[in-house]
């Protein structure tokens, strides 16, 4: 089975600060992983994604992510936090396809605040 | 949101009443999903969908239902054996190597 921990609850950033928001994750082979953010009262909004290749991945507004395949580990990353950046982030992670569709798996989600 | 739509955006029903949230997408995807969102318990799976006329349980099914009958659609109904109906309900699609993509929600209260 495929499992995701997102550790922290609540991470508390400055304005202009770098930010990390923290992801490990469990599944046989290669994972598929993501990132997706939500603001209130909203879907989810993709961020990016770690399938092969580059263990750095950039995606939407800055983010980026480093796979760490033996700390099994996504954490998800910005230089210089903004306000705006303030809301719940997913991690989630997906095994490898075997011919069919795969279930994807979400972290209980990281909410970030963004103080001015 | 992209291309998925979900409505209503609110909707209130009294216990014991069956009801359905409509999911539309545009995208093409033969995959779509079902979550349901509780506060501090993430994503829930309830059900999927991989091809017109098939769908699969996810970790919650109970007291939901489900078809797909279109390739664009995929409508959940909320039974009276729900125990907990009172959610936030999300609707995903993706390709097969693809990440989701989700709709706006269904914030859904039941009394």
């Known amino acids: 089975a495929q499992s995701v921990a997102q550790p922290e609850d609540q991470v508390n950033v400055a304005e202009g600060n770098p930010l990390t928001v923290k992801c490990t994750y469990s599944?046989?082979?290669?994972?598929?992983l993501f990132w997706y953010v939500q603001y209130p009262n909203r879907g989810l909004q993709f961020l990016l994604k770690?399938?092969?290749?580059?263990?750095l991945v950039k995606g939407s507004y800055g983010f980026e992510a480093e796979f760490n395949k033996s700390q099994t580990s996504f954490h998800l990353k910005k230089p210089s936090a903004l306000v705006s950046d303030s809301a719940l982030y997913f991690c989630?992670?997906?095994?490898?396809?075997?011919?069919?569709?795969?279930?994807?798996?979400f972290g209980t989600g990281t909410k970030l605040q963004v103080i001015p | 949101d992209g291309g998925i739509t979900q409505s209503p955006k609110y909707l209130f029903r009294k216990e014991g009443q069956n009801v359905t949230l409509s999911c539309e997408q545009n995208?093409?995807?033969?995959?779509m999903y079902w979550y349901r969102q509780d506060p501090g318990q993430g994503l829930r799976l309830i059900y999927y969908?991989?091809?017109?006329?098939?769908?699969q349980k996810g970790d919650i099914a109970e007291g939901y239902s489900v078809s797909r009958e279109k390739k664009e659609s995929f409508p959940l109904t909320v039974t009276s054996a729900q125990k907990n109906p009172t959610a936030f309900y999300l609707c995903?699609?993706?390709?097969?190597?693809?990440?989701?993509?989700f709709g706006p929600g269904t914030r859904l209260t039941v009394t």
């Open positions: 995903a699609s993706s390709g097969r190597y693809d990440e989701q993509y």
């Open positions: 599944v046989s082979g290669n994972p598929y």
């Open positions: 770690y399938i092969t290749g580059d263990n």
């Open positions: 989630a992670v997906r095994a490898p396809n075997s011919g069919g569709y795969q279930i994807v798996t």
């Open positions: 995208l093409n995807h033969d995959a």
């Open positions: 969908s991989q091809i017109v006329n098939d769908f």
